[in-house]
């Protein structure tokens, strides 16, 4: 026997329940591992990551994957510079200078991908294969759902270095 179910809108409080979900998600993510891993905030995380996956990008390449102004790029780059993680190297100015993680930023980066890991590994203690699974399938279904970007994707595929 088929049942025919129609999609239904989720309600009111459920949304609110997500939201709520999501916004101490983000705000753990973005601020709770940042003492452990030396400093490094998941904007910095991202920016390693993606330089770390794409070595040679420019500053305009990250610009248009992450959405975000030149400029807010270059302060994030100059501090990454700056703490030793990222070397940019020689190319015309106006096509920006090619990027890449020095040993210290990868090293950086490495710890930083081991301890995000060892939390969420920690918050999936107990749970059995199919839950995983279904609860990574509902993610997918979400981000989905509300990715309506035309923005260039960062092609991480599964990596979890960003």
């Known amino acids: 026997m088929q049942h025919n179910r129609q999609a239904r809108r989720p309600s009111t409080d459920g949304v609110a329940r997500v939201y709520e979900e999501?916004?101490?998600?983000?705000r753990f993510l973005t601020s709770g591992a940042r003492t452990q891993d030396s400093g490094l905030s998941l904007v910095q995380h991202s920016l390693l990551g993606f330089i770390s996956r794409n070595p040679g990008c420019r500053a305009t390449d990250i610009s248009e994957v992450f959405g975000v102004h030149r400029s807010t790029v270059s302060r994030q780059l100059r501090h990454a510079v700056d703490?030793?993680?990222v070397e940019a190297g020689t190319g015309p100015a106006r096509a920006g200078?090619?990027?890449r993680l020095t040993d210290h930023g990868a090293t950086v980066l490495e710890g930083a991908v081991v301890r995000r890991l060892d939390d969420v590994r920690?918050?999936?203690?107990g749970w059995d294969e199919n839950e995983l699974e279904r609860f990574v399938d509902l993610l997918r279904r979400f981000r989905a759902g509300i990715d309506s970007d035309d923005r260039t994707p960062d092609q991480n595929d599964g990596d979890c270095s960003a």
């Open 22 to 26: 999501f916004v101490l998600l983000v």
């Open 97 to 99: 200078h090619p990027l």
């Open 122 to 125: 920690a918050g999936l203690e």
């Open 83 to 85: 703490a030793g993680w």
